[in-house]
Each structure stands twice: as structure tokens, then as C-alpha cells.
């Protein structure tokens, strides 16, 4: 079946720093990727839609500069939490839905901790 | 506008029980729906979809009906096992054949099986 992965799976960083998170589909093309923001026993709450080679589409209330999202491929997105602070501490998911289907794929989640 | 509701958790059950979790969702048009399942620590898999009014979606002795009539989506299976025990979510595509369409997701439904 269609595999997402992310990396890294946990991180923790100090508060003012900025930390990459990348998100591969590893067997199928996407040219729409979703970043998600997950606390704890709560659902998944959609942050941005990235686009293959465009601009990325923020929901509201998602800071554009400080979560950095590049589509740079078919097969990469990646998420950059800039000058992180302790409530930016989360469970990070991506999904990717393949050019030709209905479904998402997800991958297994980052556990961003600010210290 | 485009909702998808699921019945509060948790739900406990004894192993070879029956379980239903109801979901019934909002949209306009025809979406496509989903139900993801998340283990502890984990990114969501996706467990089943149905694209049209009628269809049955099944896997791993889970099965839900798209039931338009009703506007819902339950999930059902004849006999759990501790294996399933996991958080549950409800989703649906408002618009499942534009590629930019991010889901919908319900607030989850956790599941704890005992033996």
C-alpha cells in the first residue's frame, strides 16, 4: 500500500530555535501534501494545504512565517516551525493523497517538545 | 458548511463484543467518507472509505455503510479483539475529486478492549 514518512519521528529543541520536518511519500506521486497538528486526545487540526511548486494555503489562525511549508517535489513536503516556543510542543502529522485517488495517506506523526 | 460528528468516547468493551460507533457528517454535495484508526504513538491508517451513497466499505472485520439518507457512516464490527483498541476517526473529502480538498475529521473515538 501507499507509505508516508516522516522524519524525524521525535525532536526536541530549545525555545528561539527552528526545527525541519519532512514529510516523503515513498511509492506514489502527490501534488497536494496536508500538514496536521494533533494535541493530546484531541482530533487532527488541519494547519496547510502544500501545493507541488506553489505557494502553500494556511488555514486561519496558522501563522504563515512561523510554520514554513515547501512542496519542493512530487514525493517531499516539509514543514519548518521557526524561533519555536514550548506551545508549539505537538504531535505534527502529514498526508499526502496520490494524483490519482480519494484517499489519504498518513504519516507516523513527529513529536515536537520545546524545552 | 461540512461537519462530521462521532459518538463521545471512551467506548469499553469486553473481547468478542460487538461495537458500533456512530458518525454522521454534514456536507454539501456527494463527499466521500472515511474512518482512520490511531494506535498509541502513531500516525492514523486509513481503515476503510466509501465514495457513493449505498457503498459498503470493510476491512479487517470492520465494515460501514454510507447511508445518505441518514447522512451517516457507523463503524461496526461483529467481535472485537484487545488488538483493536485504539482512537477512531470519522472523516470525509467534501470534494473527493479535487486533489487540494484536505479532510474533515471528527473528534475521535476512543476504543479500550479488555480480555
Known amino acids: 500500500g501507499a507509505v508516508v514518512s516522516q522524519h524525524p519521528s521525535r525532536v526536541i529543541c530549545k525555545s528561539g530555535t527552528s526545527v525541519k520536518i519532512e514529510c516523503r511519500s515513498l511509492d506514489f506521486q502527490a501534488t497536494t501534501m496536508f500538514w496536521y497538528r494533533q494535541f493530546p486526545k484531541q482530533s487532527l487540526m488541519l494547519m496547510a494545504t502544500?501545493?507541488?511548486?506553489?505557494?502553500?494555503?494556511?488555514e486561519q489562525g496558522v501563522e504563515k512565517d512561523k510554520f514554513l511549508i515547501n512542496h519542493a517535489s512530487l514525493t517531499l513536503s516539509t514543514l519548518t516551525v521557526t524561533s519555536a516556543h514550548p506551545e508549539d510542543s505537538s504531535f505534527y502529522i502529514c498526508?499526502?493523497?496520490?494524483?490519482?485517488?480519494?484517499?489519504?495517506?498518513f504519516g507516523p506523526g513527529t513529536r515536537l517538545t520545546v524545552t | 458548511g461540512n461537519s462530521v460528528t462521532q459518538m463521545e468516547g471512551p467506548v469499553t468493551l469486553s473481547e468478542e463484543a460487538f461495537l458500533t460507533i456512530n458518525c454522521t457528517y454534514t456536507a454539501t454535495g456527494y463527499p466521500s467518507l472515511f474512518w482512520y484508526v490511531q494506535y498509541p504513538g502513531e500516525g492514523l491508517q486509513l481503515l476503510l472509505k466509501a465514495t457513493k451513497a449505498d457503498d459498503k466499505g470493510s476491512n479487517k472485520g470492520f465494515e460501514a455503510t454510507y447511508r445518505k439518507e441518514t447522512t451517516s457512516f457507523h463503524l461496526e464490527k461483529g467481535s472485537v479483539q484487545v488488538s483493536d483498541s485504539a482512537v477512531y476517526f470519522c472523516a470525509l473529502n467534501p470534494k473527493a475529486n479535487q486533489a487540494g480538498t484536505a479532510l474533515i475529521f471528527g473528534k475521535g473515538t476512543t476504543l479500550s478492549v479488555s480480555s
Open positions: 502544500s501545493n507541488e511548486g506553489s505557494k502553500a494555503t494556511y
Open positions: 498526508s499526502a493523497r496520490p494524483i490519482a485517488g480519494v484517499e489519504q495517506y
